[in-house]
């Protein structure tokens, strides 16, 4: 094999919707101070009853439709995840059982925020070695279960949702030219002496309890303008593009002022990056599959159009993905 191209997305949101003001209501902050940092409006905040791996298990659900697939179509599960349901086992065999389709691959990935670029890049990996036909890769949080809901430095900034893709696996001789359908090129990086800047003060090894959510926040922004640029250029470069030749970047939602800046030191029109985070916040490992498909499914992104993926996150760890849909 020597690649995989996207046949379908979907994604999936909880019912629930928070505004800014409805937390202004209840911690000292303002919309004004909010959308004016971040350019977050909304969250989705999950219910009783609603999880990561139900999210996760809605959006496959879509994706799949979207692909004319169903489940036994499937040999392999990717759940992008740092909120699964439990400590083990992993999220994507909880998927898999809900869909039925056991018995193929299944695992997740941690990778925080840029969870959803490891996880699609492994399957990518993956699908190339014959080890599986066909792929669902998911981003899943439920972060609003590791926010301390009494710091307004961070809890304004989360929202809950699912995205997925389905992969498959393309023979020799299909893709590889760059005005082919599939993933063109694909790079990753972490720096774990960055801990500190993004982390959660918890975990069953350490504390024996979930933790909360700890960022520098101005840190964190600093760092991501520049490794984000850094990885777009090493996949622009790797897949012998150039910048001009993107028609959209679907970038990790975290905050409008990094989608901004990341643009625009990429030299991209800012019509040309999908935006989410208004209406959805950081949904960590859900936010990339999520804006792509929004972006698939209200006809912007479009059967042969060429697609950046990229995130960061906690670790710190990011990355980026080229894709001819
Ligand atoms: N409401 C009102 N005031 C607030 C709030 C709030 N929710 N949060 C902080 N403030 C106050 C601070 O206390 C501070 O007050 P002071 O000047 O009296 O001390 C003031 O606002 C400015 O705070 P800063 O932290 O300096 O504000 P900044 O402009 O850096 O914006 C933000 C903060 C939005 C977190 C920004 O730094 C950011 O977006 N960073 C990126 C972090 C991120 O997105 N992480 C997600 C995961 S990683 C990733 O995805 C890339």
């Not at 036909?133 to 989360?158: H, N, Q, Y």
């Not at 990086?189 to 918890?202: E, N, P, R």
């Amino acid at each position: 094999m020597t690649g995989s191209r996207l046949l379908g997305t979907g994604s999936a949101l909880p019912e629930r919707i928070v505004t800014n003001d409805e937390l202004a209501a209840q911690i000292d902050t303002s919309d004004e101070w909010i959308v004016e940092r971040t350019g977050i409006r909304q969250r989705h905040i999950a219910g009783d009853g609603e999880t990561t791996a139900t999210l996760a298990t809605d959006a496959a659900r879509k994706a799949l439709d979207d692909a004319g697939l169903t489940p036994a179509d499937i040999g392999l599960i990717v759940v992008a995840t740092a909120t699964p349901d439990n400590t083990f086992p992993a999220t994507a065999t909880k998927v898999q059982n809900a869909l039925g389709c056991n018995g193929g691959i299944a695992f997740d990935v941690a990778a925080v925020c840029s969870g959803f670029l490891y996880a699609i890049a492994t399957a990518d990996s993956l699908l190339k070695t014959g080890m599986a036909t066909r792929a669902l890769v998911i981003g899943a949080e439920t972060f609003s279960r590791i926010l301390d809901w009494e710091d307004r430095t961070t809890c304004v900034l989360f929202g809950d949702g699912a995205g997925a893709v389905v992969l498959e696996a393309q023979g020799e001789g299909t893709q590889q030219a760059s005005d082919a359908p599939g993933i063109l090129a694909s790079r990753l990086h972490a720096d774990g002496a960055q801990h500190d800047l993004l982390y959660v003060d918890g975990g069953p090894s350490s504390t024996q309890t979930v933790g909360h959510l700890r960022m520098k926040g101005r840190e964190v922004f600093r760092h991501a303008v520049v490794n984000l640029s850094d990885v777009l250029h090493e996949v622009i470069e790797d897949a012998g593009i150039s910048a001009g030749d993107i028609d959209w970047i679907v970038p990790h939602q975290a905050n409008k002022r990094i989608l901004d800046a990341t643009a625009k030191k990429l030299g991209i029109a800012p019509e040309k990056v999908v935006v989410t985070v208004d209406r959805h916040a950081n949904t960590s490992a859900a936010s990339v599959p999520l804006a792509l498909d929004v972006a698939r499914r209200d006809g912007r992104i479009k059967p042969g159009d060429l697609v950046m993926l990229e995130a960061m996150g906690g670790g710190f760890t990011w990355g980026a993905s080229l894709l001819r849909v």
